[in-house]
């Protein structure tokens, strides 16, 4: 009798402790996945020993091996994009700023094609005619563009948007009223949708811009539960011994998304960084 009152009594601590267990928040949530935001640095031959065909394969090993699951470029050409996307377990989305086609810089997205489905996806200029192939405001030398898609996660069933985005690096006007744009297309495309918008956005913390963007959508560096990882800034300039206390890459996110880690990677191989900015690398839940 005193042994079976005693294997009850193990029986209810064990149920009580496994209903705790499972009821912890963290626990019984869906999956994370890993988000994250990488200026590639355009292809240019004058860039020497850091010129796109000597650092290709270090990106494609720093996504590999800190386990990418979506990602948004900046900067890439036509045949960076392509060298990324021979990573088979990836599939992408996204057109030139030149000509809505090929031509020219992309801002494209990438995602796990056996745990992702693209269900739409899409393209806007940062200008007065986002629609077109065009150069906004004060801009002066180039067209800036928007990717976006609606993805489903496979594990989860959820579907959520993701931005990748670059605003102008000249332009102080063109930046401002990207950012309004920005925002009427996040509101526009994604409603009440979970959604994720990072990229280079070309400003720092304390700008017009920038505030605007926190006051619509949350800062992951500002939100994330663990302690920020890494620099805080992310330009590099391909310099090893740069002064890494600016931020000018971004991940930005709407309510209903969890960030649990935020880091900017700092990897270098032989004194050489794969591009002239750090990734952004998120791991996030969605709510």
């Known amino acids: 009798m005193l042994i079976s009152r005693g294997l009850s009594r193990c029986a209810l601590c064990l149920a009580l402790l496994l209903c705790a267990w499972f009821s912890h928040p963290a626990l019984a949530a869906g999956p994370s996945l890993h988000v994250g935001s990488y200026n590639l640095r355009l292809n240019l031959a004058s860039d020497g020993p850091n010129a796109w065909p000597k650092r290709a394969e270090a990106v494609k090993a720093l996504i590999r091996y800190h386990e990418f699951d979506v990602f948004g470029t900046q900067e890439g050409m036509p045949e960076q994009i392509d060298e990324l996307a021979a990573m088979a377990e990836f599939a992408f989305v996204g057109v030139g700023r030149d000509d809505g086609k090929r031509g020219g810089e992309h801002s494209t997205i990438f995602f796990r094609r056996t745990r992702f489905e693209a269900l739409s996806h899409g393209d806007f200029w940062l200008s007065q005619t986002p629609d077109v192939p065009s150069k906004g405001w004060d801009a002066r030398c180039c067209n800036r563009l928007a990717t ?83 620099p805080v800034g992310t330009f590099n300039g391909f310099k090893i011994d740069a002064a890494m206390d600016a931020r000018i890459d971004y991940v930005f996110l709407s309510p209903g998304i969890t960030v649990l880690k935020y880091g900017v990677l700092s990897d270098s191989l032989a004194g050489r960084f794969p591009s002239d900015h750090h990734p952004l690398l998120l791991r996030a839940r969605l709510d």
Not at 187 to 195: H, R
Not at 201 to 219: G, H, K, V, Y
Request: with cysteine; proline share 5%; hydrophobic share 40%.
């Open 148 to 230: 976006w898609v609606q993805l489903r996660d496979r594990e989860s069933g959820r579907n959520f948007f993701v931005f990748s985005v670059h605003f102008d690096h000249e332009g102080e006007v063109a930046r401002k009223e990207s950012a309004k744009l920005l925002l009427q297309k996040v509101k526009a495309i994604a409603g009440a949708a979970p959604v994720f918008c990072l990229g280079d956005f070309n400003s720092t913390p304390e700008t017009e811009q920038i505030r605007l963007m926190q006051a619509s959508l949350r800062d992951a560096y500002l939100v994330s539960q663990t302690p920020p990882y890494g």
